[in-house]
């Protein structure tokens, strides 16, 4: 009779082994972007192919799912990046056999990338004890060249002083120009903002006024400018318009596609 029930408890044992224990899965990251000013936005892009023979579920609502998404992102070898939000990368992925299903993540807010330097990040799926991870990237964080500042205190609070800095980096051969907004003598990140491509004829400017109305203006070609507008107050800075100027001043005519001749 022992023998009866040691058998019976083994194969209880295995019939309860949830399927996700022999997944067999394939994941791919891709980093935007991979040079990226100190404190920007950097979003991973995820792809999980599903090669088992069965459905494959990651569910962070239900308790008894023991699959996960995480990030390993590394300074140097075994140098592990503290995580500094515990929000999952994704919450719900439910993936035929045979089947690829993708998600983005901000990594740049889930982990502590404020340092510049070279950091190496991967994407995992981990189901109980596996872990299948994705392709190694590398991501390089800078500070980016500076153009111009300006400090001003912040609208309605005279002791908190906030600054304004266009830097400019180098992607793929073109050159992009860069607000950076920060306070504390750059510990506190109020923001990175794109501003657009740069060619570096005129020198870019940057306003304040002591309402927090930001203005910057700079050279995108021979003949444009961009302008843009910012609201800066006590919680935050915030994106209002861009719009694009000739040399001078007025709006840009922009050359348009003719039209199809008619047959």
Not at 63 to 82: L, Q, Y
């Amino acid at each position: 009779m022992k023998t009866i029930h040691h058998v019976v408890l083994i194969l209880s044992i295995l019939l309860f082994i949830p399927f996700f224990s022999r997944a067999d899965l394939r994941v791919v990251l891709k980093l935007s972007p991979v040079s990226a000013i100190q404190f920007e936005t950097i979003n991973a892009y995820v792809s999980v192919l599903n090669d088992s023979d069965r459905e494959f579920i990651l569910d962070e609502s239900d308790r008894e799912n023991k699959a996960h998404a995480v990030f390993i992102v590394e300074r140097k070898r075994d140098d592990i990046v503290k995580r500094i939000d515990d929000r999952p990368p994704v919450k719900k992925l439910v993936i035929a056999s045979g089947a690829k299903q993708d998600f983005i993540s901000d990594v740049s807010l889930l982990y502590d990338l404020g340092t510049t330097g070279r950091y190496v990040v991967k994407a995992a799926i981990e189901v109980g004890n596996i872990r299948y991870e994705s392709n190694p990237v590398v991501l390089d964080i800078v500070r980016g060249i500076e153009l111009a500042s300006v400090s001003r205190s912040v609208p309605g609070y005279p002791d908190r002083v906030r600054r304004y800095i266009l830097r400019y980096w180098t992607r793929e051969k073109r050159e992009f120009i860069f607000l950076c907004v920060d306070e504390d003598d750059g510990k506190t990140s109020y923001g990175v903002f794109l501003l657009g491509g740069l060619i570096r004829v005129n020198k870019p400017t940057i306003n304040v006024d002591r309402k927090g109305n930001v203005k910057v203006i700079h050279q995108t070609n021979r003949d444009c400018f961009i302008w843009s507008e910012f609201e800066s107050n006590q919680d935050g800075v915030f994106f209002i318009d861009q719009s694009y100027h000739g040399v001078d001043g007025k709006p840009y005519q922009f050359l348009k596609e003719p039209s199809p001749s008619p047959k």
